[in-house]
């Protein structure tokens, strides 16, 4: 990250979320209901959580940084990361060479010792390419989708330098806009309403829903599209004409719910709710269903939506921490996440051939696809979602989204693109996304390797081959179970399509006993 964890400070906190908070939703560009003001602020509105017993933190826990995290070279013949060189890419100007064989560890002054699954490179990256176009505000995440590790957590903003770089990518301070498409998709293939062929005929809604525009017209609806090709090329009308026609409120509310939108997701760090407001109106809910009004999403929480589609419909909260050992040399790592089935293996698949048609023929086609037809990235396919709407009130940005995974057949990461652009912008969050992918393509295998990196005495190590990590070493007498957090063996999966068909899996050390509390 490119600024100390000090979760907004000054004026950079009260703009970031005073005003982008209460402009977030003023992105459509049509007249407003009267009734909007009430409903957003209920939208967006902080939701009270439910009164649980404290639970005690770990002794490193409150002392999280990744701002003080430095990279550690891998092994001790790996360089020193020190070295830049100049690049004539616009993007990239200045690449950190020796980044590429380090992980991130932050040392605790008591002797803890943690290593982040992020990579540096993909991190420095996104922010590279965030600073060197001049974003107002911007983010990106990029997960491991074998366990949803986080590999790049970047947020910046050129407008306001103050803002903390995490809450960028943890606050959900951007309407959800088109990417609540694939909720809505879901929605409707899950309750066995429609299929991605079902076709409807419509005009207008590129920039707003009318209630006109919901009624079938024959004469004026010279327009057709099927469910799948909606999607792709983000048809607003298509999208709110099915969930009118097909979707209770109770439906798509129970879809909203297993995304986990107005549900706390479990993180490291503190991950805002992600409001998400249904209407009881069937036309009001068939324009929220299209992308308009009501659900903001944090950028965390917009890769994992794509992670969902990814894994065959399986849900994993994140995790950014790989391993922790404690001043003693006993390790504290915590367990991974729970994973949950959300939704169904063919549905996740249905959506995700939609996905595939946005960088083919869809709205990210120019970002991924040459005038020729070429892939900008070989034969890797992409599975995307695009979104995009334009706030009414000053300072008048652009949100602008891409979240999405790749390879679209073999999933090996999911990820998500926000950016906040002003009128005259550089990039779209597209673009931005597909560059990710390109160095994550280049990087896949050193990234697979450097996962299973173990920290040691020594520094971060690599197993050598044909054998396997040191443990960590073993104090004379068991420590408590609330004072450490161990991470257990992996459990064999009940479920063969739990998890997609991806590398893997990762390599895990092997733990005392005791689990560490969930969430933070």
Same mark, same amino acid.
């Given at each position: 990250?490119?600024?100390?964890?000090?979760?907004?400070?000054?004026?950079?906190?009260?703009?970031?979320?005073?005003?982008?908070?209460?402009?977030?939703?003023?992105?459509?560009?049509?007249?407003?209901?009267?009734?909007?003001?009430?409903?957003?602020?209920?939208?967006?509105?902080?939701?009270?959580?439910?009164?649980?017993?404290?639970?005690?933190?770990?002794?490193?826990?409150?002392?999280?940084?990744?701002?003080?995290?430095?990279?550690?070279?891998?092994?001790?013949?790996?360089?020193?990361?020190?070295?830049?060189?100049?690049?004539?890419?616009?993007?990239?100007?200045?690449?950190?060479?020796?980044?590429?064989?380090?992980?991130?560890?932050?040392?605790?002054?008591?002797?803890?010792?943690?290593?982040?699954?992020?990579?540096?490179?993909?991190?420095?990256?996104?922010?590279?390419?965030?600073?060197?176009?001049?974003?107002?505000?911007?983010?990106?995440?990029?997960?491991?989708?074998?366990?949803?590790?986080?590999?790049?957590?970047?947020?910046?903003?050129?407008?306001?330098?103050?803002?903390?770089?995490?809450?960028?990518?943890?606050?959900?301070?951007?309407?959800?806009?088109?990417?609540?498409?694939?909720?809505?998709?879901?929605?409707?293939?899950?309750?066995?309403?429609?299929?991605?062929?079902?076709?409807?005929?419509?005009?207008?809604?590129?920039?707003?829903?009318?209630?006109?525009?919901?009624?079938?017209?024959?004469?004026?609806?010279?327009?057709?599209?099927?469910?799948?090709?909606?999607?792709?090329?983000?048809?607003?009308?298509?999208?709110?004409?099915?969930?009118?026609?097909?979707?209770?409120?109770?439906?798509?509310?129970?879809?909203?719910?297993?995304?986990?939108?107005?549900?706390?997701?479990?993180?490291?760090?503190?991950?805002?709710?992600?409001?998400?407001?249904?209407?009881?109106?069937?036309?009001?809910?068939?324009?929220?269903?299209?992308?308009?009004?009501?659900?903001?999403?944090?950028?965390?929480?917009?890769?994992?939506?794509?992670?969902?589609?990814?894994?065959?419909?399986?849900?994993?909260?994140?995790?950014?921490?790989?391993?922790?050992?404690?001043?003693?040399?006993?390790?504290?790592?915590?367990?991974?996440?729970?994973?949950?089935?959300?939704?169904?293996?063919?549905?996740?698949?249905?959506?995700?051939?939609?996905?595939?048609?946005?960088?083919?023929?869809?709205?990210?086609?120019?970002?991924?696809?040459?005038?020729?037809?070429?892939?900008?990235?070989?034969?890797?396919?992409?599975?995307?979602?695009?979104?995009?709407?334009?706030?009414?009130?000053?300072?008048?940005?652009?949100?602008?989204?891409?979240?999405?995974?790749?390879?679209?057949?073999?999933?090996?990461?999911?990820?998500?693109?926000?950016?906040?652009?002003?009128?005259?912008?550089?990039?779209?969050?597209?673009?931005?996304?597909?560059?990710?992918?390109?160095?994550?393509?280049?990087?896949?295998?050193?990234?697979?390797?450097?996962?299973?990196?173990?920290?040691?005495?020594?520094?971060?190590?690599?197993?050598?081959?044909? @054998?396997? $990590? &040191?443990?960590?070493?073993? +104090?004379?007498?068991? /420590? #408590?179970?609330?004072?450490?957090? *161990? %991470? @257990?063996? $992996? &459990?064999?999966?009940?479920? +063969?399509?739990?998890? /997609? #068909?991806?590398?893997?899996?990762? *390599? %895990?050390?092997?733990? &005392?006993?005791?689990?560490? +509390?969930?969430?933070?």
């Amino acid at each position: 990250m490119s600024a100390p964890n000090t979760r907004l400070s000054g004026l950079g906190a009260l703009f970031f979320v005073g005003t982008l908070g209460a402009i977030a939703f003023y992105v459509q560009r049509q007249e407003v209901p009267e009734t909007h003001d009430v409903v957003r602020t209920a939208a967006t509105g902080t939701r009270a959580a439910p009164e649980e017993a404290p639970v005690a933190a770990l002794p490193w826990q409150d002392r999280l940084d990744l701002a003080a995290a430095t990279p550690a070279p891998l092994g001790p013949d790996a360089p020193a990361p020190t070295k830049t060189t100049k690049s004539g890419d616009p993007d990239f100007p200045s690449l950190a060479t020796d980044l590429a064989r380090t992980r991130l560890v932050q040392e605790l002054s008591d002797g803890h010792r943690i290593l982040y699954t992020l990579d540096p490179v993909l991190q420095d990256a996104a922010l590279q390419i965030f600073r060197n176009r001049e974003v107002p505000y911007a983010a990106a995440v990029v997960l491991d989708v074998r366990d949803n590790a986080v590999l790049a957590l970047a947020g910046h903003s050129s407008m306001d330098p103050e803002v903390d770089p995490l809450e960028i990518v943890t606050t959900a301070w951007a309407p959800a806009a088109s990417t609540f498409k694939l909720v809505t998709a879901a929605s409707l293939l899950a309750n066995k309403h429609v299929n991605n062929k079902t076709r409807v005929c419509f005009s207008g809604g590129l920039h707003g829903i009318t209630d006109d525009l919901l009624l079938d017209d024959p004469r004026r609806d010279e327009r057709c599209d099927d469910l799948g090709g909606a999607v792709a090329h983000s048809h607003n009308v298509v999208i709110a004409k099915l969930a009118l026609k097909h979707l209770s409120a109770d439906a798509l509310q129970a879809t909203v719910r297993s995304f986990k939108f107005d549900s706390d997701i479990p993180f490291e760090f503190p991950v805002e709710r992600s409001p998400a407001l249904i209407p009881a109106d069937a036309k009001e809910r068939a324009k929220v269903a299209a992308g308009f009004w009501h659900v903001d999403m944090s950028p965390l929480h917009g890769a994992l939506l794509a992670s969902v589609f990814a894994r065959d419909g399986v849900y994993q909260a994140p995790h950014v921490i790989s391993q922790v050992l404690g001043p003693d040399g006993t390790d504290r790592t915590p367990s991974l996440p729970k994973t949950e089935r959300v939704l169904s293996k063919d549905v996740a698949e249905a959506v995700g051939a939609m996905m595939v048609r946005t960088t083919t023929e869809g709205t990210a086609r120019a970002s991924f696809v040459d005038r020729q037809g070429n892939s900008y990235i070989g034969n890797v396919q992409v599975a995307g979602k695009t979104g995009s709407l334009t706030g009414k009130r000053a300072p008048g940005l652009n949100y602008n989204w891409f979240v999405g995974y790749a390879p679209a057949d073999r999933p090996e990461i999911a990820f998500a693109v926000l950016l906040a652009n002003e009128p005259k912008w550089q990039i779209k969050a597209h673009y931005a996304a597909r560059r990710l992918v390109q160095i994550y393509v280049q990087r896949r295998d050193a990234i697979a390797d450097h996962r299973v990196a173990r920290l040691t005495k020594k520094g971060v190590e690599l197993p050598v081959e044909g @054998k396997k $990590p &040191a443990p960590a070493a073993s +104090p004379s007498k068991p /420590p #408590p179970p609330d004072a450490v957090a *161990a %991470r @257990k063996a $992996p &459990a064999a999966r009940p479920d +063969p399509d739990a998890l /997609p #068909p991806v590398p893997g899996p990762v *390599a %895990r050390p092997q733990a &005392a006993s005791g689990k560490a +509390p969930s969430g933070v």
